[in-house]
């Protein structure tokens, strides 16, 4: 069964969908098979020979190898952050590229305005509308006049409106 572990480390290549993380613990797992009888030292160093060839992007292997990690954990971490750093480089890429202006995306943004002043203006009025109508409880006692249907806020708003 051993040779078969070290046939199946040696041909082993990352899967469409795979996760480096998953990868690495895939590649640790058959090194502890294929190599049982072999000192822990030993396999550090190999196990991270494997791992690097066991890399389908091709950019991400040679990134790594360069890294020139002593253990599998390093060289996981470090072709991890390669990817990422690659992944948002590109996406990235693709944002600015979205940037372009066009007269659809114009009218869009000229039609939200509109609407957008409009609700404004609603609101506004609304607002306005409701400071100046009196309660509509007629038990409230105004505390400035001594008079019922509205409070001492709306007491200045009562007589000017009467005096008009």
């Not at 869009?108 to 509109?114: A, I, N, S, V």
Request: charged share 35%.
């Amino acid at each position: 069964m051993t040779q078969f572990y070290r046939t199946e480390l040696k041909t082993r290549r990352e899967k469409p969908g795979e996760s480096l993380h998953e990868l690495a613990a895939d590649v640790e797992r058959l090194m502890s098979l294929a190599y049982a009888e072999c000192p822990l030292d030993g396999r550090e160093s190999l196990v991270g020979q494997y791992f690097f060839d066991a890399i389908r992007d091709e950019d991400t292997q040679h990134s790594t190898r360069l890294m020139d990690a002593k253990d599998l954990k390093s060289s996981l971490a470090y072709s991890m952050k390669y990817e990422a750093a690659r992944t948002l480089s590109k996406t990235s890429r693709h944002v600015r590229s979205m940037e372009m202006e066009d007269h659809t995306s114009r009218e869009r943004d000229d039609k939200f305005e509109f609407f957008f002043n409009r609700l404004e203006k609603l609101l506004n009025s609304s607002v306005a509308g409701k400071k100046n109508t009196p309660r509509r409880n007629p038990n409230v006692i105004c505390w400035k006049c001594n008079k019922k249907g509205h409070v001492q806020r709306e007491w200045q708003a009562i007589t000017s409106n009467q005096e008009n």
